[in-house]
């Protein structure tokens, strides 16, 4: 066993202890010790998984798994509690501990209002739901990795719903909740056609099976898990959730949106990537789900006025990019585009969250503008996230946005061009939101204006940071058409992609030219949906509510009222025949019924106590008869 492989244990027991620690002592913890024990334990645990890290990238490493203990021990199925260390578990526990960690350390300073216990309640639900995924990314088998997938789903109802007593807030939790659930049925039916299959639910075991099984029966269990990865990562038809947990703090959407639960997905299908590549038919379905959700997300981001809705849905159309991605077998592509997109959207909600605690809470674009000179460093860390997201060479997102779509190219041209379309809406409305939020004049009140200023050094140093992530990190997979073996990050993950390499071979370009023309075309859309959209708003910014096809954006293609209309009002009505006629009428019937047959059989017993000893001598004898009966039939 490799040196540091031993400690893979403390990367999810740190959090955990601190999610007791700040859980268990919140009305005798200080803010300042709670905020401390929650940075500190996520510090430790990324200081683990560099040290991992550096174990794992060296030559010739072998994939480790370490078992703890039988967690489930039925006849002949056996499934451990163990974990699986190899280079897609590592660069997963370095996202999400790295990036955690910074959103852990600007909370400290944007929940600065909030008072001791829940303050620390705060910090003890990011550090369960950091636990929840590292659980999940790091588990051997299906079943530790649904453990975890389900402790992000209550982590985000905790979160998302941590204003508790505004009722807005608690619905929009329960929505996630309810949402997640439904895609979770499919995940959990796959575990057991896995184990029906397989008799075990472990990766290796599975994946070394595989290629022996039914298409047929493969393919039931892959649309499952994808099911299950369309309520997590926010896809069609069950991703209106995403948009609805900004009701959250500011540091809770990009911990979610970033680092932790809407990547699981994600990461569920490129851990499975043998059954997927021996699935054909799931990997266009889910292609075409992604593209979908990328084209449909993005419109709806046109028209959003609210700086945390916008990237909401810019979230719900990124992950449609990743599992377009993934459908078109460029496996390392999707985890790459998780990694930038983790830096760039993590900085995107952490520079909102800088906006909205200068504004004194104001989320509404419209009311903004002119921010650029007042919160610099707050402005400069947005504007390259923009970038980035655009994919404006040579920011983090060109990079890997761009290897997707060659990719979807390969599969068919159309995924291409749809993909492209989307990338120009991308560009358009980031650069809407950054024109409207930080150019022009300022829109807000006289009040607003007056107490503008710069976040403190704990919510912008966060910033500085994921900056140069953002801008920076794209360097780690330069494509192959600008240089031979360039692609550093292709060669980490090949080791967990090796088994995959047919479909791989099927979607990289024959010659370097045609890359670089579909680089080129992507860039040329990027920086025109960039231009129009910065001249356009930063001299007359959109004020009024929208009309026409605008409205019909602006209200999200009433995919919401839809859902309403045909599913939560009939269950609604359902529920309200059972709790009212049916509960009235017929539960409280028997249970009324059972009471009162009860004291009606109390009240004829204790007749029999009449006090009259002739009595008690008549029922005695009766008694002694009935034994002798009874005595006599069954000796016969």
């Not at 007056?450 to 910033?463: C, K, N, R």
């Amino acid at each position: 066993m490799n040196s540091m492989i031993h400690l893979v244990w403390l990367v999810p027991i740190l959090p955990l202890a601190g999610f007791l620690l700040n859980g268990l002592l919140r009305n005798y913890l200080s803010k300042s010790l709670s905020g401390t024990i929650g940075c500190l334990t996520l510090l430790g645990s990324f200081v683990v998984s560099v040290l991992l890290f550096l174990d794992v990238k060296q030559p010739g490493f072998e994939p480790t798994v370490i078992s703890f203990f039988d967690f489930i021990s039925v006849g002949e199925l056996h499934i451990p509690f163990a974990f699986q260390v190899d280079q897609l578990s590592v660069l997963f526990l370095l996202i999400i501990t790295g990036v955690g960690f910074l959103i852990h350390l600007y909370s400290t300073s944007y929940m600065h209002d909030e008072e001791p216990p829940h303050f620390a309640r705060y910090f003890s639900y990011l550090n369960l739901f950091v636990f929840s995924m590292l659980l999940l990314v790091l588990g051997a088998n299906y079943v530790i990795l649904f453990i975890g997938w389900e402790g992000v789903g209550l982590c985000s109802y905790l979160l998302i719903g941590y204003w508790f007593k505004n009722i807005e807030y608690g619905n929009a939790a329960k929505k996630a909740f309810i949402m997640n659930r439904i895609g979770d049925l499919g995940f959990l039916i796959a575990i057991f056609m896995l184990i029906q299959q397989f008799g075990t639910v472990s990766f290796d075991t599975v994946f070394s099976k595989a290629h022996g099984a039914p298409v047929h029966v493969l393919t039931a269990i892959t649309l499952l898990l994808f099911v299950g990865a369309t309520g997590k990562s926010a896809q069609i038809p069950l991703y209106t959730w995403l948009p609805d947990a900004m009701a959250g703090p500011t540091p809770v959407s990009a911990l979610i949106h970033a680092a932790t639960m809407v990547t699981a997905g994600i990461y569920m299908i490129a851990r499975s990537n043998i059954l997927y590549t021996l699935t054909p038919v799931t990997l266009t379905v889910v292609a075409i789900i992604g593209l979908a959700t990328a084209l449909l997300a993005a419109t709806i981001a046109l028209k959003q006025n609210d700086i945390k809705k916008v990237l909401a849905y810019s979230t719900v159309s990124q992950l449609g990019y990743m599992f377009l991605g993934l459908g078109a077998g460029a496996f390392t592509g999707s985890v790459f585009h998780v990694m930038t997109h983790a830096f760039f959207k993590a900085l995107l909600f952490l520079g909102a969250g800088s906006v909205i605690h200068a504004l004194g809470s104001e989320q509404d674009i419209r009311k903004m503008g002119g921010l650029w000179r007042r919160l610099p460093i707050t402005h400069i860390t947005f504007l390259l996230a923009c970038f980035a997201i655009a994919g404006i060479p040579p920011f983090s997102g060109f990079f890997s946005k761009d290897e997707i779509l060659a990719a979807a190219y390969g599969m068919h041209p159309a995924l291409y061009v749809v993909g492209v379309l989307t990338a120009l809406m991308t560009a358009y409305y980031m650069f809407r939101l950054y024109s409207m939020t930080f150019l022009g004049k300022f829109r807000g009140t006289p009040e607003q204006e007056h107490h503008l200023h710069e976040s403190p050094a704990a919510m912008t140093i966060p910033l500085i940071i994921l900056a140069i992530l953002a801008t920076a990190g794209g360097f780690l997979g330069i494509p192959e058409a600008f240089a031979k073996d360039s692609h550093w990050l292709a060669h980490f993950l090949a080791p967990v992609f090796e088994g995959s390499v047919s479909l791989h071979a099927g979607a990289e370009r024959t010659t370097e030219t045609p890359e670089l023309l579909l680089m080129g075309i992507s860039v040329a859309v990027a920086l025109i949906g960039t231009i129009w959209a910065w001249l356009r708003f930063s001299r007359k910014p959109e004020l009024g509510e929208p009309s026409g096809f605008g409205k019909l954006l602006a209200n999200k293609w009433y995919v919401d009222e839809l859902y309403d209309a045909v599913i939560v009002r009939p269950l609604n009505a359902v529920a309200k025949f059972f709790s009212g006629w049916f509960e009235k009428s017929v539960i409280d019937w028997i249970v009324n019924g059972v009471g009162k047959l009860t004291l009606y059989g109390s009240r004829q017993i204790r007749l029999l106590q009449s006090g009259q000893v002739g009595g008690y001598v008549l029922l005695m004898v009766v008694g002694i008869l009935i034994l002798f009966l009874v005595e006599l039939f069954v000796k016969k």
